[in-house]
């Protein structure tokens, strides 16, 4: 099994702790290490123990663990973008962790990075960029694009044709419908329905989303 390590113990790093668990699980295939993180809280530290894992350093110790993997467990696009770029020149390599209860159609590819929890569904000829979360039970439709960094939050979805630009956030139980885009670094809140185009660096909420 190849050393894999998650950067940040909070929330969703330790949901990402779950997916390689489940992927153990169904086939081994990574030995986790723990955590990397530079500012633990003393409640997160303690809810890692309660996992059987440790943080075993900070993201500036990466060049220590000679051929390990990573994958980044923060929520922020952005500083997920900053993360990975130290990782990358220490020599670490991003990899995709999908959990095996996700469902990926045909023609479809997942960038190096991506975590793809449980319940997830994408479908058909959908490009996912690098480091994208699609969290649990989010679904993409036929034809749509996530470029690098954009997050889907829990039970999110997305129509066909859709594009979610660099670093979106998505809430949980957004819809964007079919042929709408969502421009770089904006933010759809939760329950939100797009109808429209959504400019760069938007935040837009309600029904319909504005």
Known sequence: MRDLVI?????????????????????????????????????NLARVRRLGLEVIGTVADA?????????????????????ASQLDD???????LI???ATI??????????????QASITTNVVIGRHVHVDRGSTVGHDSTLD??????????????????ARVQLGTH?????GRSVGDDSVVGA??????????????KGVPAR
Request: aromatic fraction near 4%.
């Open 148 to 165: 690098d960094y954009a997050t889907m939050h829990p039970l999110s979805c997305l129509s066909g044709s859709v594009r979610l630009g």
């Open 191 to 204: 329950a939100a329905c797009v109808v429209h185009d959504v400019p760069a660096g938007a935040t837009v």
């Open 63 to 83: 060049h220590t663990l000679t051929g390990a993997a990573y994958v980044i467990g923060v929520g922020s696009g952005r500083a997920r973008e900053s993360i």
């Open 99 to 101: 959990h095996p209860s």
């Open 174 to 178: 957004a819809v964007v419908l079919p």
């Open 90 to 96: 220490a020599g670490l390599e991003a990899v995709t």
């Open 7 to 43: 950067i940040g113990c909070g929330g969703f790093g330790r949901e990402t702790s779950d997916v390689v668990a489940a992927v153990n699980a169904s086939s081994p295939r990574w030995n986790l290490l723990g955590f990397l993180d530079d500012t633990p809280s003393e409640e």
């Open 105 to 118: 159609g045909s023609d479809t590819s997942v960038g190096p990075g991506a975590v793809v929890c449980a």
